[in-house]
């Protein structure tokens, strides 16, 4: 039986006792749909012809050529089953959580990859790095598609950001160049994908285009006194080049 009471002077008395049941509490009403908004769906809607494929039927392929990707069709189904091959692997799962659910073993996972890999680079394995990375960076992009995507982004821009060091380190100045590319692509206001891209342009001897990479660096972290450095160092090298392109033109106007 429950009892009324408060919980201290100037308060309310209220009730303990047991909540109704579903069917008795009270329950808002349904709000009808926009009539504009229904409609405008209902001119949108296009039939698609499709069929499913193994395992089971739970992937989508387009009916006349049976892919899940096809450019006659002008269809791609890979995001929707990617979903349905998530939950097909995990049959206890009846829907997909909300996405503030995180797989903890998938991020141990990770970490323990990138830690690895900076073990790795620290000894001087670069190689044995820049596979863990690849590693670690793979894993994270296999993270459930109901996971928040900002979380992805982090994991692999970190580990990519790692790895173009790595790669840098080896020589590899292209793939270095392409890692901080994607660092840029996935958290473009993190100066670190910046200072990574520039450092490959210095390498590459590509001027105007580390100078460019740094100034775009500087916008997003203006106080960053290394990149202020390199900055420095590039209008050095981008002067010593005019002047000596200056004099090997006017050598071949005196010759």
Not at 20 to 33: F, L, V
Not at 132 to 158: C, D, F, G, K, N
């Amino acid at each position: 039986m429950s009892q009324m009471h408060s919980h201290g002077p100037g308060q309310p008395s209220h009730s303990h006792g047991p909540t109704p049941p579903p069917q008795q509490q009270q329950q808002q009403p349904m709000r009808p749909p926009d009539p504009i908004m229904q409609q405008l769906i209902e001119e949108s809607f296009q039939p698609v012809d499709i069929v499913l494929g193994d395992p089971d039927n739970s992937v989508v392929l387009c009916a006349p050529h049976s892919l899940e990707k096809c450019t006659a069709c002008d269809a791609d189904y890979s995001a929707l089953n990617r979903i349905s091959r998530t939950l097909q692997m995990n049959p206890n799962l009846r829907c997909p959580p909300p996405p503030n659910i995180v797989s903890q073993k998938l991020s141990q996972a990770i970490n323990a990859a990138k830690e690895e890999g900076n073990t790795f680079f620290k000894s001087g394995q670069r190689d044995k790095a820049i596979q863990r990375y690849s590693m670690a960076a793979s894993l994270a992009a296999q993270r459930p598609p109901w996971e928040a995507s900002q979380l992805m982004r982090e994991e692999v821009a970190t580990v990519m950001s790692n790895r173009s060091v790595a790669f840098l380190e080896e020589g590899d100045y292209i793939d270095a160049l392409v890692d901080a590319e994607t660092v840029i692509a996935l958290k473009r206001p993190w100066s670190k994908g910046h200072f990574r891209k520039t450092k490959a342009l210095i390498q590459m001897q590509q001027w105007d285009d580390a100078r460019e990479a740094v100034q775009l660096g500087l916008n997003f972290e203006p106080g960053n006194a290394e990149m202020s450095q390199m900055l420095v160092e590039i209008e050095d090298a981008v002067r010593r080049q005019t002047e000596e392109s200056f004099r090997r033109r006017q050598k071949k106007v005196e010759a």
